[in-house]
Structure formats: C-alpha cells, structure tokens
C-alpha cells in the first residue's frame, strides 16, 4: 500500500502583500473528486500525531502554514516512507485508504495540516496505535 502514497508539486503564487497557494484544482493536480469534507489540524513543534489508519476513506494533505513530517508504514509495520511539506516545499500528499500513518511538528511555530476528503469522516473507520519511529 505504500506505493500508492504519492506526492505531487502544488502552484504557489507569491504577492507582496501575501502569497497564494492553490490547493485543490480539478484535473490538474486531482483526479475528480467530489470534495465532501475539508478539515485543518494544527500541530506544534516536536509533536506526533498518529498513528492512524483509515479503512474507508483517503486523505489529501497539502501544508500551507509550517514544515511537517509525514511517516508511513507497511502492514508489518515497518517504516517505508517519510515526506517533509510545508511552506517552502509545498506539495500535496495523497494516502490511501489502508495506510498507517503519522505526521510530525517540524516548524519553531504551529504549524497547519489541510486535509480534503471524498467522504465525510465520522471516525468510525479509524485505527489508532501508538508505535514510536
């Protein structure tokens, strides 16, 4: 499953009085998707969150706000890929469905996680564990 974890370079405009930083953009970085939820998740500096798995749905992380450090593992939990974003290297991450998965504060600052999803998360196909990498 780790395969099907991909990475993709997103367009960044940048403006004097502030950048702009695409996100979603149908057929260009995106298959289509209907786009039913968009969430945020702060995360602080040296903090870990996951490990989670969702059996059900896939996630588009893009991080328009900080540096974050994205860890995923194979099903015999061995660590098989890790992905830095962020504001200088700013790129979405799609996971699929299936894929155990932290991400780590790497920013001095807070730093902000966007995640758009084809479904509504209601929880009720997540995983959790605590494993340390």
Same mark, same amino acid.
């Given at each position: ?19 702009v930083l695409i996100?979603? @953009?149908?057929?260009?970085?995106? *298959? =289509? $998707?209907? !786009?039913? +939820?968009?969430?945020?998740? /702060? &995360? ?22 900080g540096k974050v ?5 194979? @099903?015999?939990?061995?660590?098989? *890929? =890790? $992905?830095? !974003?962020? +504001?200088?290297?700013?790129? /979405? &991450? ?27 998360n209601d929880n ?10």
């Amino acid at each position: 499953m780790i395969k099907k974890v991909f990475i993709k370079k997103l367009a960044k405009f940048e403006n004097k009085k502030g950048d702009v930083l695409i996100c979603y @953009k149908e057929k260009i970085y995106d *298959k =289509k $998707i209907q !786009i039913k +939820e968009i969430y945020f998740t /702060k &995360i602080k500096y040296k903090k870990v969150k996951g490990w989670i798995k969702h059996s059900k749905l896939s996630c588009n992380f893009t991080v328009p706000v900080g540096k974050v450090r994205f860890i995923f593992m194979d @099903k015999n939990h061995s660590i098989k *890929k =890790k $992905i830095i !974003i962020g +504001e200088k290297n700013y790129k /979405k &991450i799609y996971v699929p469905e299936n894929t155990w998965f932290a991400f780590e504060g790497l920013s001095k600052k807070t730093s902000l996680v966007v995640n758009y999803l084809d479904q509504i998360n209601d929880n009720s196909d997540i995983l959790k564990k605590d494993f340390n990498f």
